[in-house]
């Protein structure tokens, strides 16, 4: 990564459907540079792809959670099983695979608190292989939308 490359980098984490010209103008080069620099950022795996910012709310998801899930045995079995199940949930938005007292954390989002109740009683304590379960409601949820190479 060059300063070029960042720069382009961040242009596009800043909106990423400007146009190759947008981005080319914004760092200074030309846009037939540009589009090369961004191809080869895909290519080599920097960029992954764009994804679509959703307002939860807007959707009817308004509530926010993360579910500290502790799995017995902790096998590789039971964790990657655990994992993929979790991952393909509907209320799910994220799953972080974790050292420490929790095996997992799971970024959830629901309609209000007794879907929070029924997700984590009538899903993720039913499974066999859930040890322990502890649930933590997100007031707010902030982040970074744009990274910068270390």
Not at 115 to 143: C, G, M, N
Request: glycine share 4%; hydrophobic share 45%; no cysteine.
């Amino acid at each position: 990564m060059d300063a070029i490359d960042t720069a382009i980098l961040r242009e596009l984490q800043s909106n990423a459907r400007k146009t190759n010209r947008e981005v080319a103008a914004a760092v200074g080069v030309s846009p037939t540079t540009a589009l090369d620099r961004t191809r080869a950022l895909h290519a080599r795996g920097v960029i992954r792809g764009a994804i679509l910012d959703v307002d939860l709310p807007s959707i009817g998801r308004p509530v926010q959670a993360l579910v500290a899930v502790r799995i017995r045995p902790p096998s590789r079995k039971s964790i990657e099983a655990f994992r993929d199940w979790a991952q393909a949930l509907p209320e799910t938005l994220g799953v972080f695979v974790t050292t420490g007292n929790e095996d997992f954390i799971i970024h959830v989002a629901v309609a209000d608190n007794d879907s929070l109740y029924a997700f984590v009683i009538d899903k993720l304590t039913q499974r066999p292989e859930i040890a322990d379960v502890r649930t933590s409601v997100v007031y707010e949820h902030l982040r970074n939308t744009a990274v910068e190479p270390l």
